[in-house]
């Protein structure tokens, strides 16, 4: 009944945009702090970026930042992760989060999750 679904992974090659979405079902995510995060074969799980109830705080991990732009449509009951200029190192199954803490960059933070979406970045 309480769900999150990613959408928007697929093969790009490097240099390349993806945009991704996380979709709210059976409640409202509003006053839910949003995380992405990854985790790439053989690696664990590692935080990606946030964004708090209040649209205007964001966090990024350094592998991101200047590349990568979390944003939430209250509205729509949706958050995305715009993802440009893609690294190889970008591939691994991408996952969002929502909890209580304010914009936390560790998976503990987090209540409910999704199931994921690839994102493969090759030539």
């Known amino acids: 009944q309480l769900q999150l679904v990613e959408s928007g992974g697929g093969l790009v090659q490097p240099g390349g945009s993806l945009r991704l979405s996380c979709a709210a079902s059976?409640?409202?995510?509003?006053?839910?702090?949003i995380g992405w995060f990854r985790q790439a074969p053989g690696k664990e799980r590692e935080a990606v970026s946030c964004?708090?109830?209040?649209?205007?705080?964001?966090n990024y991990a350094d592998s991101v930042k200047g590349r990568f732009t979390i944003s939430r449509d209250n509205a729509k009951n949706t958050v995305f992760l715009q993802m440009n200029s893609l690294k190889p190192e970008d591939t691994a199954v991408y996952y969002c989060?929502?909890?209580?803490?304010?914009?936390?960059?560790?998976?503990?933070?987090?209540?409910?999750w999704g199931q994921g979406t690839q994102v493969t970045v090759s030539s």
């Open positions: 964004i708090g109830n209040s649209p205007g705080f964001t």
């Open positions: 989060g929502a909890g209580y803490v304010p914009c936390g960059m560790v998976d503990v933070d987090y209540d409910y």
């Open positions: 059976g409640f409202t995510l509003d006053s839910y702090a």
